[in-house]
């Protein structure tokens, strides 16, 4: 059973739009949630992350939004630049333990 | 600077040809692990240490071993591969005093022919 759900699966957006990723998740005992971003032929690299006693996490263009009474959190991409094109995973956090969603490749056109 | 080295970058066997990766980390971190990663697929937990302690997958095919001989070095054996282990192997790093923030390796890209 997939732990973390993530959509979209792929995502296009035009340069200085904003790129939404949501995810959903079930374990209510999860206290992390991260962010990871992946180039092709790249590791993947922590983009931003939250704890679940905050709804709001904002770095530069990056924003976490969460929700814990859903259980769902989302990445917001504000100003999206060509070079955000890359794929995106979430993931959700406990005892040690990371569980990724599917991941989303988002496409920024120029 | 601190980081999580993994090596080789590529790496090509034959199929049923043993191989090992290596990782290594400067970050002094207690949890090291290890994913195995396919073509527009998450990373997937094969195995994890805290300290020194393994922490096996359910569903890790025994073809997977793992290594930890101190805290700073971490490796991945396997010992026959075959097609279907083609995939990028990447490690990563989490302190106990980081409660989560975890930090990858840029990953061995294996080819089994």
């Known amino acids: 059973q997939q732990q973390v759900k993530q959509s979209p699966q792929s995502l296009i957006v035009q340069k200085g739009g904003i790129s939404i990723i949501n995810c959903a998740y079930e374990?209510?005992?999860?206290?992390?949630f991260p962010w990871y971003q992946q180039f092709p032929g790249k590791g993947p690299a922590l983009l931003i992350a939250?704890?679940?006693?905050?709804s709001e996490k904002k770095e530069g263009r990056f924003t976490i939004s969460f929700n814990k009474s859903a259980k769902q959190f989302s990445l917001h991409i504000m100003d999206s630049q060509p070079g955000d094109s890359a794929t995106y995973f979430c993931?959700?956090?406990?005892?040690?333990?990371?569980?990724f969603g599917s991941g989303t490749k988002l496409n920024v056109k120029p | 600077d601190a980081m999580v080295i993994q090596n080789p970058r590529y790496q090509v066997t034959q199929f049923g040809k043993p191989v090992t990766l290596s990782c290594s980390q400067t970050l002094n971190h207690n949890v090291m692990y290890w994913y195995q990663q396919k073509s527009s697929q998450a990373p997937k937990l094969l195995f994890h240490?805290?300290?020194?302690?393994?922490?096996n997958e359910a569903d890790t095919p025994d073809n997977f071993q793992s290594r930890r001989p101190n805290t700073s070095f971490c490796f991945l054996d396997i010992r026959s591969p075959g097609l279907g282990d083609a995939a990028m192997y990447l490690c990563?790093?989490?302190?106990?005093?980081?409660?989560?923030?975890?930090?990858f390796g840029p990953g061995t890209r294996l080819t089994v022919l």
């Open positions: 939250i704890r679940p006693d905050v």
């Open positions: 990563a790093t989490s302190g106990r005093d980081r409660n989560g923030e975890q930090f």
């Open positions: 240490y805290y300290d020194k302690d393994f922490n």
């Open positions: 993931a959700a956090y406990n005892f040690n333990k990371f569980y």
């Open positions: 374990n209510t005992a999860f206290d992390y």
